[in-house]
């Protein structure tokens, strides 16, 4: 049963457009949602989160939202750049002890 | 600091034999995880280890093993490994911080090709 899903495989967007890369999840005990961010041969990075207790935070171009009654959050990355090209995870807790991630999506930025 | 530091980079084994995939962190930090990710199904956690001492399955632990050494290493292993377990492993830690407990910090894989 997959708790976290990304139903897009793959995203292609023209530079200096928005991305917007989307998640859902089943599981309400979720209370911590996490995007993390990876290049070709590189382990994962931490990119940006949000609390259930929010339903959006930004950091610079990179900005998350959370709908608790649709399950659903999105990353929107504006305005998009080249090196934003990667595969991109969003990942789930109920506990800080662990995480469950998606399938990931692949963003690839057109010049 | 070098982070999370995994070794060896890239592996093949012939089925059955045996191996060790070495993390190490050096962050201080209390807890660590194995993932692996295969096309299609995201990462997926093997084992993890709350804390030194402690170690605790994740949601695809058959056919390996795990040893927290101490509180910079964990270790996973495989006994007898089979082409299923082609993959790429990713080691994790994660601090107890309040601010960034959620967050894992990874190292950068291991590609493991069993024949």
């Known amino acids: 049963d997959q708790q976290v899903k990304q139903n897009s495989p793959s995203l292609s967007v023209q530079e200096g457009r928005i991305s917007i890369l989307n998640c859902d999840y089943t599981?309400?005990?979720?209370?911590?949602f996490l995007w993390y961010k990876k290049y070709p041969a590189e382990g994962p990075t931490f990119l940006i989160s949000?609390?259930?207790?929010?339903d959006k935070n930004e950091d610079g171009r990179f900005t998350v939202f959370l709908n608790k009654s649709a399950k659903h959050l999105s990353l929107h990355i504006v305005p998009s750049q080249p090196g934003d090209s990667a595969v991109y995870f969003c990942?789930?807790?109920?506990?800080?002890?662990?995480?469950?991630f998606g399938q990931g999506t692949r963003l690839t930025i057109n010049p | 600091n070098a982070g999370v530091t995994q070794t060896p980079k890239f592996q093949v084994l012939k089925t059955g034999q045996s191996m060790t995939l070495q993390c190490a962190q050096d962050?201080?930090?209390?807890?660590m995880y194995w993932y692996r990710q295969d096309p299609g199904m995201g990462l997926r956690l093997i084992y993890y280890?709350?804390?030194?001492?402690?170690?605790d399955k994740g949601e695809v632990p058959n056919g390996y093993n795990v040893s927290r050494l101490n509180k910079r290493e964990f270790s996973l292993r495989l006994e007898s490994a089979a082409p299923s377990q082609t993959s790429v492993y990713f080691c994790?830690?994660?601090?107890?911080?309040?601010?960034?407990?959620?967050?894992?910090?990874f190292g950068p894989g291991t590609r493991l090709t069993v024949l």
């Open positions: 962050m201080n930090h209390n807890s």
């Open positions: 990942a789930a807790s109920a506990t800080a002890q662990k995480l469950v």
């Open positions: 599981n309400s005990m979720f209370d911590y």
């Open positions: 280890s709350a804390s030194e001492g402690t170690t």
């Open positions: 949000i609390s259930s207790i929010k």
């Open positions: 994790a830690s994660r601090t107890w911080e309040a601010e960034r407990v959620n967050e894992q910090f």
